[in-house]
């Protein structure tokens, strides 16, 4: 009896499909599959009145029943078995892809692949019209079948273009969803970091922090940051929850909030326009101080 697999390891025939199991079945399954197959076509259970080639073909699949049996539960196989599965995976998801391809092409697409196919099957098989010159040199056919090659190119290149054209607007599709939920997520957080000696216990959990939240709002997620234990990042399942928690402990001693994202930008480039503002406001009242002050010695010496 010739081997079942390859050299690599590998079957020569698919064991799921031997067996007339799923890639997905339990080893329960595949037991079961084996037991009913085995019991058919066992060489003890055939009929007296098979001919000898009919007893070959019965053996030979008895044969690769157990070689697929063994295969998929062998603790021989079992890495041989993991390449095998993960090569099924990717096939699958290969195929998968090609399909949602094909759903989205359009038209024009399916057109030109089913007329760049049909050339390059043309050009393979050299059924063209022959028009032999009388050195036996078929002139027509070679120049017919280097026309088509150089068509099956263009068309071929023509393809890959509208694909990566394709795939490109999808990947930058997922790009601009992936940041505006990203933005979305960020305008409902907030970032929170506290001293660790002003806290009972020196840390807080997520449970605590949930907890201390839920006076602003609901609270959707709590994940703490870094490894010093003083810093989490609070997800509120409504973005204005946000505000009263930072204005909250906008002056706390025990624990800061801030914005994240462009929230943060704005509450930063806001806070320093008042600080601009305090600024001046500082400056012209000093100014009015020292105008005052001249006033009143130029009064005291008018006086004397």
């Avoid at 949602?100 to 050299?126: D, H, I, N």
């Avoid at 079948?145 to 509208?162: M, S």
């Avoid at 500082?282 to 002050?293: G, K, W």
């Amino acid at each position: 009896m010739p081997s079942s697999t390859r050299k690599d390891g590998m079957p020569l025939k698919d064991p799921y499909k031997v067996l007339g199991v799923q890639p997905t079945a339990s080893e329960s399954e595949i037991k079961k599959a084996y037991r009913q197959l085995a019991l058919k076509l066992h060489p003890d259970k055939q009929s007296g009145t098979l001919t000898d080639a009919q007893r070959d073909a019965l053996d030979k699949q008895f044969h690769d029943v157990k070689d697929a049996r063994s295969f998929l539960l062998d603790a021989d196989h079992a890495e041989a078995k993991r390449k095998y599965d993960a090569n099924l995976a990717s096939e699958r998801v290969r195929h998968a892809e090609e399909e949602r391809r094909q759903r989205t092409m359009s038209s024009r697409q399916k057109r030109l692949r089913e007329e760049l196919l049909m050339r390059e099957r043309m050009a393979a098989s050299g059924k063209t019209s022959k028009t032999t010159t009388a050195s036996g040199e078929n002139t027509a056919d070679r120049f017919d079948v280097e026309r088509l090659r150089k068509e099956g190119e263009r068309l071929r290149e023509e393809y890959a273009n509208r694909e990566a054209e394709v795939e490109l607007a999808r990947k930058q599709r997922i790009a601009v969803e992936r940041a505006t939920q990203k933005l979305a997520r960020e305008d409902r957080q907030v970032r929170l970091k506290w001293s660790r000696k002003r806290v009972v216990g020196g840390v807080h959990t997520k449970q605590s922090l949930t907890k201390i939240m839920k006076d602003f709002g609901e609270v959707d997620d709590v994940e703490l940051l870094g490894s010093k234990g003083n810093a989490a990042l609070v997800t509120f399942v409504d973005g204005s929850s946000c505000k009263p928690c930072v204005e909250a402990y906008r002056t706390s001693e025990t624990m800061r909030a801030t914005f994240v994202g462009r929230r943060k930008i704005d509450d930063t480039a806001r806070g320093e326009d008042e600080d601009n503002d305090v600024r001046e406001t500082t400056t012209t009242t000093r100014q009015e101080d020292i105008e005052t002050m001249e006033e009143r010695n130029l009064r005291r010496a008018a006086e004397r």
